[in-house]
């Protein structure tokens, strides 16, 4: 089995886009959201929740009324002021440190595990397996849950008899972005032809050979301009890192997003989805060289 990750360095470079378009094409494959902050490929998939399950990622503090002595000391040793002074913790800025909880010389608050978020196993309409989750505002352990997603959608495709996890990545080079990159086979890195998709590429290139995992891009809005696309070429060929191919800028990609479809569904023969069928061509080449 091979696990291919889709990456940008900025958001809004077309990467979920580009997952949905290759998600649609393949018939051997199980797709994972890993953009567990703002998951939405399951909008432009349609995918039915066949399970849900919870997540337990941190700890947050609450204190019990019926043993708390009004001391203090808990709202002393809290750095985020997450204790107001009736002696009640907000959750949200709560951050889990449990200074509050060990200092505590009454024993009256409590350290247990908090809902950080939930995990979803579904079916994408075209009945391909699918996981993706939803983090909790203010919840931590980002990375963490990604990680849960990623061991879902391997049990799920080893059960299924697929052979390859598409994962659609977070935007930028943090916690979740690691997550979503270690381990795999082959990051495929979405750009624009901008100054910032430029340098944003190169970021989340480095993050990748860091990790030793070899990498390949593709141009998205292409016709933007032509020089960055040019430059961004030879940045290829200078790293030894394969160019997969461009894809023009398409408004009608935006009006098949309404309608909760890929511009491969809704436009098969427009230049986009062209493009994206000869992309999807070289990936399969690429994979197999691996």
Do not use: W
């Amino acid at each position: 089995m091979k696990e291919v990750v889709v990456l940008s360095g900025k958001g809004g470079t077309g990467k979920t886009s580009l997952v949905a378009g290759l998600a649609f094409l393949l018939s051997r494959n199980v797709v994972a959201d890993c953009d567990v902050d703002a998951a939405n490929l399951n909008l432009l998939l349609n995918s039915k929740i066949v399970e849900e399950h919870e997540f337990y990622g941190g700890r947050k503090a609450t204190i019990r009324t019926d043993l708390c002595t009004g001391c203090g000391r808990c709202r002393e040793v809290c750095r985020f002021d997450a204790i107001s002074e009736n002696y009640v913790v907000d959750p949200l800025s709560c951050e889990g440190c449990g200074a509050c909880h060990f200092l505590c010389p009454a024993k009256a608050v409590l350290f247990d595990e908090a809902l950080s978020g939930h995990y979803y196993v579904a079916q994408t309409k075209r009945k391909r397996g699918m996981v993706y989750a939803e983090l909790l505002p203010g919840a931590e352990n980002s990375g963490k849950l990604v990680s849960v997603v990623r061991t879902r959608a391997r049990d799920l495709a080893e059960s299924d008899g697929n052979d390859l996890v598409l994962i659609d990545g977070p935007p930028g080079i943090g916690c979740p972005v690691i997550s979503s990159l270690t381990g795999t086979q082959l990051a495929v890195f979405v750009t624009e032809p901008t100054i910032s998709g430029v340098h944003d590429l190169e970021r989340v290139m480095g993050l990748a050979r860091h990790f030793n995992v070899p990498g390949a891009v593709v141009v998205n809005k292409a016709d933007l301009n032509e020089s960055y696309g040019v430059k961004i070429k030879e940045i290829c060929e200078e790293r030894g890192i394969d160019f997969l191919g461009s894809i023009p800028y398409e408004p009608r990609i935006t009006e098949a997003q309404r309608q909760g479809k890929t511009i491969l569904e809704s436009e098969p023969d427009c230049s986009a989805s062209r493009r994206i069928n000869q992309i999807l061509e070289r990936l399969i080449e690429r994979m197999e060289a691996l």
